[in-house]
């Protein structure tokens, strides 16, 4: 693998064609981020990628546009279930926010794309397969269905894409993963995405990937520097006492709250209702329209608390979000950085606050040492480098300038935390 810099700052320098350049004007968007900068570019000279980028980077741009402008030039347009390139995402919320940025950025190309997922009726699928979509997106549990029925066939598929491939692995699709490539003809542009780079990734990227080109926008496993964060050594009894003070500070204007359970969510949600605090949850045993009213409702303000498990939260793209916190510590340090990514997203600052009891004091030693930082200094333990004063105790960005301007939609409800 080689890692190069790129310095591009216009979009039209990254070699994009106009219905592109012209779709992403219309998205806002002015500059390239750093993923889009260092991944557009080889990747529409024909090298494969390996993007090293957390959601919130503008990594998905950084795929799609390229995977467009190839799918565009090409003279054979898809047949029924034969489509021409495939995406895989580890969640269905994922999946379909990708989707989402495939239509927007293709607006103005004559492509079609199709989103697949579990959870939800195979028929629209299996219609949407047959209408002969070009771009597939697709979780892989359903996606393995659709291949074993013949509904959908890789063999025509020239570019192939992995995103949030650590999550992938998490959640144990490694082996649908194999079994989906090895579908897919060698012959074909692959890019895998992946917040962090551990070692299995790097050899997934190997399996799959042709001498790949890596671009690393955050150092793996770091979190975005926007975001301000702290840890309050709590009893576990106080947490919801302590949880409802912060959601009830003046800078918060919507909060993603963390639990390690389903059960444990449902439960916080209830007693943040009971506190008169709107809060829904969402987690694996949620239907998929139940998710999809609750992150609606989340997205458009009429709740500004989202409780969610881990897997739940995966990728999901929401702005506006000005804290996250964890009500529980995740049992895998990388989670933390991945759960402190819902907010500061696309350059705007956050705040995280972690409760964390004394039980949880190993998961949040791991933490630390991942994230290089200090957040709480337990007395009892002498040897441990002190904070530092800017790393802990700082005041949250106002919230009337916590985004930039046109990225902020949600009203700035006068909230604060109370870290
Ligand atoms: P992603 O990391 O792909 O989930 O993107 C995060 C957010 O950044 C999304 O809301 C995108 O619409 C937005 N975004 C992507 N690229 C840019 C850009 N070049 N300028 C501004 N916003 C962007």
Same mark, same amino acid.
């Given at each position: 693998?080689?890692?190069?810099? /790129?310095?591009?700052?216009?979009?039209?320098?990254?070699?994009?064609?106009?219905? #592109?350049?012209?779709?992403?004007?219309?998205?806002?968007?002015?500059?390239?981020?750093?993923?889009?900068?260092?991944?557009?570019?080889?990747?529409?000279?024909?090298?494969? %990628?390996?993007?090293?980028?957390?959601?919130?980077?503008?990594?998905? =741009?950084?795929?799609?546009?390229?995977?467009?402008?190839?799918?565009?030039?090409?003279?054979?347009?898809?047949?029924?279930?034969?489509?021409?390139?495939?995406?895989?995402?580890?969640?269905?919320?994922?999946?379909?926010?990708?989707?989402?940025? %495939?239509? &927007? /950025?293709?607006?103005?190309?004559?492509?079609? @794309?199709? %989103?697949?997922?579990?959870?939800?009726?195979?028929?629209?699928?299996?219609?949407?397969?047959?209408?002969?979509?070009?771009?597939?997106?697709?979780?892989?549990?359903? #996606?393995?269905?659709?291949?074993?029925?013949?509904?959908?066939?890789?063999?025509? %598929?020239?570019?192939?894409?992995?995103?949030?491939?650590?999550?992938?692995?998490?959640?144990?699709?490694?082996?649908?993963?194999?079994?989906?490539?090895?579908?897919?003809?060698?012959?074909?542009?692959?890019?895998?995405? !992946?917040?962090?780079?551990?070692?299995?990734?790097?050899?997934?990227?190997?399996?799959?990937?042709?001498?790949?080109?890596?671009? &690393?926008?955050?150092?793996?496993?770091?979190?975005?520097? #926007?975001?301000?964060? !702290?840890?309050?050594?709590?009893?576990?009894?106080?947490?919801?006492?302590?949880?409802?003070?912060?959601? +009830?500070?003046? *800078?918060?204007?919507?909060?993603?709250?963390?639990?390690?359970?389903?059960?444990?969510?449902?439960?916080?949600?209830?007693?943040?209702?009971?506190?008169?605090?709107?809060?829904?949850?969402?987690?694996?045993?949620? !239907?998929?329209?139940?998710?999809?009213?609750?992150?609606?409702?989340?997205?458009?303000?009429?709740?500004?608390?989202?409780?969610?498990?881990?897997?739940?939260?995966?990728?999901?793209?929401?702005?506006?979000?000005?804290?996250?916190?964890?009500?529980?510590?995740?049992?895998?340090?990388?989670? /933390?950085?991945?759960?402190?990514?819902? *907010?500061?997203?696309?350059?705007?600052?956050?705040?995280?606050?972690?409760?964390?009891?004394?039980?949880?004091?190993?998961?949040? +030693?791991?933490?630390?040492?991942?994230?290089?930082?200090?957040?709480?200094?337990?007395?009892?333990?002498?040897?441990?480098?002190?904070?530092?004063?800017?790393?802990?105790?700082?005041?949250? =960005?106002?919230?009337?300038?916590?985004? @930039?301007?046109?990225?902020?939609?949600?009203?700035?409800?006068?909230? @604060?935390?109370?870290?």
């Amino acid at each position: 693998m080689t890692t190069v810099r /790129y310095d591009l700052t216009r979009f039209s320098e990254l070699g994009l064609a106009e219905p #592109l350049l012209r779709a992403i004007g219309a998205e806002g968007y002015t500059t390239p981020t750093p993923i889009q900068a260092g991944a557009i570019p080889p990747l529409l000279t024909g090298r494969d %990628v390996v993007g090293v980028a957390q959601t919130g980077t503008g990594k998905t =741009a950084a795929f799609v546009l390229p995977m467009l402008q190839a799918l565009s030039a090409l003279p054979r347009r898809a047949a029924p279930g034969e489509p021409r390139a495939l995406i895989v995402a580890p969640t269905r919320e994922l999946a379909a926010q990708i989707g989402a940025c %495939v239509q &927007s /950025y293709g607006r103005f190309l004559h492509l079609s @794309s199709t %989103v697949i997922f579990g959870g939800v009726s195979a028929q629209p699928q299996l219609a949407a397969l047959r209408r002969g979509p070009d771009i597939v997106i697709a979780t892989p549990g359903r #996606l393995l269905d659709h291949m074993g029925t013949g509904a959908v066939r890789l063999s025509g %598929v020239i570019w192939a894409v992995l995103d949030e491939a650590d999550q992938m692995l998490d959640l144990g699709f490694l082996p649908a993963i194999r079994r989906i490539m090895a579908k897919v003809p060698k012959a074909r542009r692959t890019a895998l995405f !992946s917040a962090t780079m551990p070692p299995p990734i790097r050899t997934l990227a190997q399996e799959f990937l042709h001498d790949p080109q890596e671009v &690393s926008v955050t150092p793996a496993a770091r979190p975005a520097d #926007l975001v301000t964060q !702290s840890a309050i050594r709590v009893p576990a009894a106080d947490k919801r006492a302590a949880l409802v003070d912060i959601l +009830r500070g003046k *800078t918060m204007t919507s909060a993603i709250v963390f639990t390690r359970t389903k059960h444990g969510a449902d439960r916080v949600a209830r007693h943040l209702a009971q506190e008169g605090l709107a809060a829904g949850a969402i987690h694996g045993n949620k !239907s998929q329209s139940q998710r999809e009213r609750t992150l609606r409702d989340f997205k458009n303000g009429a709740i500004a608390i989202l409780v969610a498990t881990d897997i739940a939260a995966r990728g999901l793209d929401i702005e506006g979000v000005s804290h996250v916190i964890n009500f529980e510590l995740p049992n895998v340090p990388e989670s /933390y950085v991945h759960r402190i990514g819902r *907010t500061a997203r696309a350059g705007a600052s956050g705040t995280a606050v972690s409760l964390c009891d004394d039980a949880e004091r190993p998961l949040l +030693r791991d933490i630390e040492k991942l994230i290089k930082r200090t957040l709480i200094d337990w007395p009892d333990e002498p040897n441990r480098r002190a904070p530092q004063p800017n790393e802990r105790q700082k005041t949250a =960005a106002p919230a009337g300038k916590s985004k @930039s301007g046109s990225r902020r939609r949600r009203g700035s409800r006068p909230i @604060s935390r109370a870290a």
